[in-house]
């Protein structure tokens, strides 16, 4: 394997994509970044988890940055032909080096949906009654997370209003800054401080045991220490009637906090990344499997709000 690259995409619009497709079945005008995430996804959520293929791409995606990791990977092009009666090499293995995606993972901004009640059980993203799901499990859970691919996803962005002074790019990323409202208090959040979400972390299993999760962790994580204010919302391009809010000072503004709904069983991969648990968030289940929710704290600078 050669040295590992990482690039990243930000929030863009994924107009024309078919959930019920594959990566290698979709419009050719999706970013290229974006469709390698997913064949990562694909292969780890998909192919080994068996979370549906319709659910695995959500509302998020368009809004969220994620982070794609590639690889130069040596491959067989032609196998070695041998002559059966002597033995005698008649065409010698042929070899060419590729590029493919070995991991993805992405942010997602705020706002999110409420905290997972304590005890709770989804199923395709959505929060089960007792009497809809006896034993947790059925379709995609809310968080595809594992040893494999850590990851986590938020529910679906607010309606969006539009505004003529942004482009449509700008528009879906200011306008997913709006809040939901306040939630309950937990141990690490306050119920009303905007947080952004890792989410979506995969590694294909040929290239797992070379912390390459971590690798794409720290890209992520320097990008928010030195682009704090990227989510933040703007007043200019928005107004104050859009924000729903009467002063500056209740704008909300991203300051470094970050959270990820782990499963228990991989508590410590994330702990070693500097994220905590969260007791006040108690445990719920997705798919069948019991969860836990995590945070960070990111050392960032804060800049001059962007009024």
Not at 118 to 137: I, K, S
Not at 142 to 160: C, E, F, I, K, N
Not at 224 to 250: I, R, Y
Request: proline content about 9%; glycine content about 8%.
């Amino acid at each position: 394997m050669g040295t590992p690259f990482i690039s990243r995409l930000e929030p863009t619009r994924l107009d024309g994509y078919d959930p019920s497709k594959p990566h290698d079945q979709q419009a050719a005008h999706l970013p290229p970044v974006f469709l390698d995430a997913m064949a990562v996804r694909e292969a780890v959520f998909v192919g080994e988890q068996g979370t549906p293929l319709d659910c695995e791409y959500d509302n998020d995606d368009a809004r969220s940055c994620h982070w794609t990791i590639y690889a130069s990977v040596n491959m067989t092009a032609s196998a070695e032909q041998r002559d059966p009666s002597t033995g005698a090499v008649l065409r010698p293995r042929r070899s060419e080096t590729r590029t493919m995606p070995i991991g993805t993972m992405r942010i997602v901004p705020f706002p999110h949906p409420p905290h997972p009640p304590p005890g709770a059980r989804y199923v395709g993203n959505v929060l089960q009654d007792d009497d809809d799901d006896d034993d947790g499990e059925g379709g995609a859970a809310q968080d595809h997370s594992g040893v494999s691919s850590l990851s986590s996803t938020a529910g679906a962005a607010p309606p969006r209003r539009r505004s003529k002074t942004l482009t449509s790019v700008d528009e879906e990323r200011q306008a997913s800054a709006l809040p939901y409202g306040p939630d309950k208090p937990t141990t690490y959040h306050d119920g009303k401080e905007p947080y952004v979400k890792l989410g979506r972390v995969a590694v294909v299993p040929e290239f797992r045991g070379h912390h390459i999760a971590g690798q794409m962790w720290r890209a992520a994580r320097k990008w928010l220490e030195d682009n704090p204010a990227f989510f933040n919302p703007s007043v200019t391009e928005l107004g104050m009637d859009q924000l729903k809010v009467g002063a500056v000072s209740e704008i909300p503004k991203w300051k470094g906090l970050v959270c990820c709904h782990a499963q228990e069983r991989v508590v410590k991969v994330y702990e070693k990344w500097g994220f905590r648990v969260d007791e006040g968030m108690g445990k719920w289940f997705e798919e069948g499997i019991p969860h836990v929710g995590m945070f960070q704290r990111l050392h960032i600078k804060q800049g001059n709000p962007k009024v």
